[in-house]
């Protein structure tokens, strides 16, 4: 018994596990040996080519390709018509599916529309991705990231709001009224 919806024009693969409460919209195709947690929603028009993996409440816009080698941990957000990519230097004459570089996102971090993460970089904790950034590097937790090649400009929350820190590298989110501490360059959240 399937516990998630798919659209009538959605095709999936065989082989693949899909968890409670996924949603999967029109003209989407889920290959073989995927794992989707629970909880997501796969806008329309979106590839997630064999065995990636997708924690639970991924929000995936329309028009997005996830290729092999990607994990994404829960709680992320792909926006519309983002990039990943899995060759460092792909031919089409040249077959390297058995160099496909590995990227993860982790825990809460979004990645805005039209965005482009190169291969074989991880993205931190609630990081955030500004829509059309080329990222080529990893990117640490909380870091607000944009531009080509993208640059870190400053940091934000898990809510993703900009952190200010004071003098004593404390920040206050301004809607959750979560703290944040900054120290070495690494931003830790302590209530």
């Not at 003209?27 to 028009?45: A, D, L, P, V, Y």
């Not at 991880?122 to 080329?134: H, N, P, S």
């Amino acid at each position: 018994m399937k516990d998630f919806f798919a659209h009538e024009t959605a095709f999936i693969d065989e082989g693949c596990h899909i968890g409670n409460g996924t949603k999967i919209w029109h003209f989407s195709h889920i290959m073989s040996h995927c794992t989707i947690g629970e909880r997501c929603n796969i806008g329309q028009n979106v590839v997630i080519s064999p065995e990636v993996i997708l924690g639970n409440n991924v929000k995936v816009q329309n028009n997005v390709s996830i290729y092999t080698g990607v994990t994404c941990e829960d709680d992320v957000f792909l926006g519309p018509s983002m990039v990943f990519t899995n060759v460092i230097n792909p031919r089409s004459a040249v077959n390297r599916k058995d160099q496909y570089a590995k990227t993860t996102v982790k825990k809460g971090a979004s990645i805005g529309a039209n965005a482009t993460i190169v291969c074989g970089h991880d993205i931190g904790q609630y990081a955030f991705i500004g829509a059309g950034a080329v990222v080529t590097k990893n990117i640490p937790d909380f870091a607000l990231v944009v531009g080509n090649p993208a640059k870190q400009i400053g940091w934000v929350g898990e809510y993703g709001h900009r952190l200010h820190f004071n003098n004593e590298g404390i920040a206050i989110c301004e809607e959750s009224n979560q703290t944040y501490s900054l120290e070495k360059n690494i931003v830790t959240r302590f209530s």
